[in-house]
């Protein structure tokens, strides 16, 4: 039967201090990498492609969800959807990485929903300790010349943080970036983290309808897979199906062995994800795309129960230790304001005040030589 965590104040603490090594691995990377000159996401922060995104619940739900913050049945929301890279810093989109897939919505009673995934049914690494240790490594790695160089010295620093676990992490993760060296596209499933719902813990995946085809390693370029996705954005939708997968047993769904995939037999289609077909040209377009860059997002926006009532954490340790992360690094880099765009949740438009703001920072970004999505120029006489 799946337990749910409560943590002491003991244990709260251990995983505020473990937050609080977010600015310092910032830091580390604005040291490192010279694209990046002031504090940014200290994962996924290179952006492939943002825009809005549609969900449409099923109208027949698993007893978990049914009626549970967002999954009325039928409904549909409009939400903020991103895709990025998993690393901390711009790359090569060749290189060995991760994908992620972002979808944010909102409940009718005003509460933030965010499905926050990875290109791959397992987690990194087991414990927080070790997550943050991969990314203190990630971090002292960034701006390595050549992907070699970069591995090479990521193994070196992860033996430093992560002691003798540091070879087991290494090769796990060596397997799980082997999916996107091999991809000719971001449009591939995703997987999220472990929630609650109710009195049940599961996980979502995202599956793509219909799966794409197989690319060619030819037209493989440094920014093969942003320019594949808007592609495919400008032809037409990109639609997800969207699964809930609930826990079985700790043997089929490990809630302590979060390295190894999860059993999905069990699974049950609860929605479909679109992200709509966009002019990837027009100034609605890139000003979405600002606003997926420069908002947050958080594993912790999630409703458990149907009372309605907010836990001081997530139901898994794991899950807290990254909640707690994701709102150190916002705090850090002065994430835009969750206020200041919650009207895009109502109805799917960007207002003149927040446009302003998404394009002045946008272009201070440019100035400073920080790395941002390329959304071409834009000034305030274009709003």
């Known amino acids: 039967m799946s337990t749910f965590f409560n943590p002491t104040p003991e244990e709260r603490a251990a995983l505020e201090a473990l937050a609080a090594e977010i600015p310092g691995i910032q830091q580390t990377l604005i040291k490192n990498h010279e694209l990046l000159t002031h504090a940014d996401r200290g994962a996924h922060q290179q952006q492939l492609a943002g825009s809005r995104v549609l969900l449409a619940v099923a109208d027949r739900l698993p007893p978990a969800l049914d009626g549970l913050g967002i999954f009325e049945r039928g409904a549909s929301h409009v939400g903020i959807g991103r895709i990025s890279t998993g690393l901390g810093c711009p790359h090569a989109e060749t290189d060995a990485d991760f994908l992620g897939l972002m979808a944010a919505f909102r409940t009718p009673a005003g509460r933030r929903v965010d499905f926050i995934t990875i290109n791959d049914p397992t987690s990194p690494t087991d414990t927080p300790e070790e997550f943050i240790a991969l990314l203190q ?11 070699f160089a970069s591995q090479a010295r990521l193994l070196v620093s992860l033996t430093r943080h992560a002691g003798l676990r540091a070879p087991a992490i290494a090769l796990h993760v060596t397997g799980q970036t082997r999916r996107t060296v091999h991809s000719a596209s971001a449009f591939q499933q995703y997987w999220t983290g472990i929630v609650r719902a109710r009195d049940v813990l599961g996980k979502f995946t995202f599956v793509p309808s219909p799966p794409p085809l197989p690319g060619s390693d030819a037209v493989r370029s440094p920014t093969h897979l942003t ?3 808007r592609t495919r954005q400008s032809a037409g939708p990109l639609v997800f199906q969207l699964y809930w997968i609930p826990f ?18 069990q699974k049950i289609e609860v929605g479909t994800v679109t992200f709509p077909k966009i002019d990837s040209g027009a100034l ?30 997530p139901a898994t340790r794991f899950t807290a230790a990254r909640s707690l992360a994701y709102r150190a690094s916002q705090q850090s880099r002065h994430a835009l304001p969750d206020e200041s765009y919650q009207s895009f949740f109502d109805r799917g438009e960007i207002g003149r005040e927040l446009a302003r703001e998404l394009v002045r920072r946008y272009n201070e970004n440019r100035s400073a030589g920080h790395w941002v999505p390329d959304a071409g120029a834009i000034t305030m006489n274009d709003l």
């Open 137 to 147: 490594a990630t971090a002292d790695a960034a701006g390595s010349a050549g992907l």
């Open 284 to 313: 609605d377009s890139k000003l979405t795309t600002l606003l997926a860059s420069e908002m947050g997002a958080n594993p912790g926006h999630w409703e458990e129960t149907s009372d309605g009532s907010e836990p001081a954490l």
């Open 248 to 265: 079985v047993s700790e043997r089929e769904t490990s809630l302590a062995d979060l390295t190894a995939p999860w059993t999905d037999a």
């Open 227 to 229: 320019d594949d996705w």
